[in-house]
């Protein structure tokens, strides 16, 4: 199965600073790589899709790149509203799904 | 609008077993694949099952295979999970999650439910 690790698993960051997560997969995914959000208590949102595709409706700060099996999230100036949790998802394999472990995005 | 709820969480003995339901609306929910995931309290995202959009083809992670069921009912746009043997570490929030895939293009996940928490506990 195919694992996926994010670092770091805590960032602590300022309003205004440049933000960026890594996902690396046990094995190449081609671009098939999904990027969520999630606040306490609430569903995941998406972000982005197919590595670097931005989902309808997010914010132009939120970007991401890679392919193969290094990946970033990268947020290019970190607003009030996206202290959260980022999770990667590879949806490479139609019968298996797998989870990154998870980013939390701290106020420094 | 595009939605999902679901329905059917609780608190449940170890070893009993539990019926959930996800209703769907604002789409055409027969064209789509959906999913099941799971949140574990202050843990992450684990991905549980999916079901193909005609029912016909289903897979499981392996820490479920065997014990739940995933299933459909395209005339009432309605997802389902039977959890059966139920252990401690099933007790997680459950979301049922739309696959955005069409036209055979792989997408992710695009619209979840709100979750619903089940608890396995004697």
């Known amino acids: 199965d195919i694992q996926l690790t994010q670092s770091p698993s805590t960032l602590s960051a300022s309003v205004g600073d440049r933000v960026t997560i890594t996902c690396r997969a046990s094995?190449?995914?081609?671009?098939?790589l999904a990027w969520y959000q999630q606040k306490p208590g609430k569903a995941p949102k998406l972000l982005i899709y197919?590595?670097?595709s931005l989902e309808s409706g997010v914010p132009s700060r939120f970007s991401g790149s890679g392919s193969g099996t290094e990946f970033t999230l990268t947020i290019s100036s970190l607003q009030p509203d996206d202290f959260a949790t980022y999770y990667c998802?590879?949806?490479?394999?139609?019968?298996?799904?797998?989870f990154g472990q998870g980013t939390k995005v701290e106020i420094k | 609008q595009v939605q999902l709820v679901e329905s059917g969480g609780g608190v449940v003995q170890p070893g009993r077993s539990l019926r959930l339901s996800c209703a769907a609306s604002?789409?055409?929910?027969?064209?789509?694949?959906m999913h099941w995931v799971r949140q574990a309290p202050g843990k992450g995202l684990e991905w549980v099952a999916i079901?193909?959009?005609?029912?016909?083809?289903?897979y499981y992670a392996d820490s479920v295979e065997g014990r739940f069921t995933i299933s459909r009912d395209n005339s009432k746009s309605t997802l389902f999970l039977q959890m059966n043997s139920l252990r401690g570490e099933d007790t997680a929030v459950y979301y049922c999650?739309?696959?955005?895939?069409?036209?055979?293009?792989?997408?992710?996940?695009?619209?979840w439910g709100q979750g619903t928490l089940v608890t396995v506990s004697s």
């Open positions: 999650a739309k696959d955005a895939t069409v036209y055979g293009v792989p997408l992710p996940l695009d619209t």
């Open positions: 604002g789409f055409t929910f027969r064209n789509y694949g």
């Open positions: 079901i193909s959009y005609d029912g016909n083809d289903k």
């Open positions: 094995q190449t995914i081609s671009s098939w």
């Open positions: 197919k590595a670097s």
């Open positions: 998802q590879q949806y490479n394999s139609y019968s298996t799904w797998t």
